[in-house]
């Protein structure tokens, strides 16, 4: 079965540069969420948008921003990159964003800042 | 605001031995719950949800989880503990009432790294 995509799957900066993270969620799903996981650390969610509109927001920094485009695929940017944004990146998709469906997440984009 | 709970940051139980991972969590309305499993370097695989119904929920891998709404508690649980059972577990909630005011998240608690010994 087809599963969320993740896109790079490992990614490398320096400080001040800027990132895109991509995200494919599972065909027929509508609704997107963006996790950041720090090292021994738990998910925490950043943003999320259901039917290309962003349907909440969590602590994504103000120099993140991300969006939905029209074939639900997500794209996270990333810019003024810090040392601590190394993280590992969680996209998850879901269908219908319904109270009662899982997310499934992707393989996750691991960003390392130097 | 919803939040989960993890107790223990570690457990550790002997193979074949039954194994509990347990999780309290706080909401506004009701809760919709559900336990993920990490393994190193990938993400996170989706086990079980408790919507409503049956406290008892049964999930991959053998795995099962008791919903206690007068303890607010969902512990994972398995009978008979494997060593691949070895991995990171995340409870997690979302609830109605944020739900209804659009803060459509899941939230996760801190994680518990669950060790199986040989």
């Known amino acids: 079965a087809a599963g969320v995509i993740q896109s790079p799957r490992h990614l490398i900066k320096e400080k001040r540069e800027t990132a895109t993270l991509k995200c494919y969620p599972i065909p027929r799903h509508d609704t997107v969420y963006w996790y950041q996981q720090g090292p021994g650390q738990d998910p925490q969610f950043l943003i999320s948008f259901y039917e290309k509109m962003q349907s909440d927001k969590g602590s994504i920094p103000d120099r993140f921003s991300a969006q939905q485009f029209s074939d639900y695929h997500s794209e996270l940017n990333m810019s003024s990159l810090e040392l601590g944004d190394s993280a590992l990146y969680f996209c998850?998709?879901?269908?219908?964003?319904?109270?009662?469906?899982?997310?499934?997440f992707g393989q996750g984009t691991r960003l390392t800042v130097v | 605001a919803q939040s989960v709970a993890q107790p223990e940051d570690q457990v550790n139980v002997a193979e074949g031995n039954p194994l509990t991972v347990k999780c309290t969590y706080s909401v506004s309305g009701n809760p919709y719950l559900f336990w993920y499993v990490q393994y190193p370097n990938r993400g996170l695989q989706f086990l079980l949800k408790y919507i409503t119904g049956d406290n008892l929920v049964k999930g991959s891998y053998g795995f099962e989880a008791e919903f206690n709404k007068s303890q607010t508690s969902f512990h994972l649980k398995k009978p008979s503990a494997l060593v691949s059972d070895s991995a990171l577990y995340f409870c997690?909630?979302?609830?109605?009432?944020?739900?209804?005011?659009?803060?459509?998240?899941?939230?996760f608690g801190k994680g518990t790294r669950l060790h199986i010994l040989p």
């Open positions: 997690a909630v979302r609830d109605t009432v944020s739900f209804m005011n659009r803060d459509d998240k899941i939230i």
């Open positions: 998850a998709s879901s269908h219908g964003g319904g109270m009662n469906t899982e997310a499934f």
